[in-house]
């Protein structure tokens, strides 16, 4: 199973670095987004600050719907999705690949907007680093794993662009919560860092829970 999820990430980020179409979108609109805060917040007031944990999860919210949209949409279009089907390999397989293909894109758009939006707010951590990476990383993963299955859920409707944000947000948004917070509270106020493990445990369960959910549940989805 997992080598068949392998293989099929593989595939999906080969294709993505022949064509780059869906990381430069998400790129181009994270950058997008981060210039609209810039000029829309004065950088040198200190009270800005607090809108930084907002934008960083705008910006991976967004940009990871856009990549969630493409991901059983471009198998849809090319007639592939019946030949991964009917392969000799498990439908959690297919789930898990592109759940690895998005997340992996999903660390890119991070890696190459969260430093040019400190730079450009002149934030400066003192302290946290290594939080702050941890709540990224499994606040990415809830929303991406549950994404992806409901990706697979939408894909198969006409109006799938538009119906996978109405089925995401109410899904994930605990998740969203418990990172904003939890972001906000390792920014700013890193001595109250036991409120901010708090949000870190709370997401942490759900992400497994929901994982777990998504990777039983799958096939019913893929067979519709």
Same mark, same amino acid.
């Given at each position: 199973?997992?080598r068949?999820?392998l293989?099929?990430?593989?595939?999906?980020l080969y294709?993505?670095?022949?064509?780059k179409?869906?990381?430069?979108?998400m790129?181009?609109?994270?950058?997008?987004?981060?210039l609209?805060?810039s000029?829309?917040?004065?950088?040198a007031?200190?009270t800005t600050?607090?809108?930084i944990?907002?934008v960083?999860?705008?910006?991976?919210?967004?940009?990871?719907?856009?990549?969630?949209?493409?991901?059983?949409?471009?198998?849809q279009?090319?007639?592939?999705?019946?030949?991964?089907?009917?392969?000799?390999?498990? *439908?959690?397989? +297919?789930? &898990?690949?592109?759940?690895?293909?998005?997340? !992996?894109? $999903?660390?890119?758009?991070? #890696?190459? =907007?969260?430093?040019?939006?400190?730079?450009?707010?002149d934030?400066?951590m003192?302290?946290?680093?290594?939080?702050?990476?941890?709540?990224?990383?499994?606040?990415?993963f809830?929303?991406?794993?549950?994404?992806?299955?409901?990706?697979?859920?939408?894909?198969n409707?006409?109006?799938?662009?538009?119906?996978l944000?109405?089925l995401?947000?109410?899904v994930t948004?605990?998740?969203?919560?418990?990172?904003?917070? *939890?972001?906000? +509270?390792? &920014?700013?106020?890193?001595?109250k860092?036991? !409120?901010? $493990?708090?949000?870190?445990? #709370?997401i =942490?369960?759900?992400?497994?829970?929901f994982?777990?959910l998504c990777f039983?549940?799958?096939?019913?989805?893929?067979?519709v």
């Open positions: 199973m997992i068949s999820a293989l099929i990430a593989k595939k999906d294709s993505e670095l022949k064509t179409q869906v990381l430069a979108t790129i181009i609109f994270a950058g997008l987004v981060i609209v805060f000029f829309a917040f004065d950088p007031n200190n600050k607090a809108v944990p907002g960083i999860w705008v910006i991976i919210v967004f940009s990871g719907i856009l990549g969630l949209n493409r991901s059983f949409i471009s198998e279009r090319n007639d592939t999705m019946q030949g991964l089907m009917i392969a000799p390999m498990d *439908a959690s397989s +297919i789930f &898990l690949g592109k759940f690895l293909a998005n997340f !992996s894109m $999903m660390l890119v758009v991070e #890696l190459v =907007s969260l430093p040019f939006l400190f730079l450009l707010f934030f400066q003192y302290g946290g680093f290594g939080y702050l990476i941890l709540v990224l990383m499994i606040g990415s809830g929303f991406i794993s549950i994404g992806t299955f409901l990706a697979a859920l939408a894909a409707s006409k109006s799938s662009e538009m119906l944000p109405l995401l947000f109410p948004s605990p998740i969203l919560i418990g990172a904003v917070q *939890a972001t906000k +509270i390792i &920014l700013t106020n890193i001595e860092l036991s !409120s901010a $493990m708090a949000w870190i445990q #709370l =942490s369960a759900y992400d497994v829970i994982f777990v039983i549940l799958i096939e019913n989805v893929l067979e």
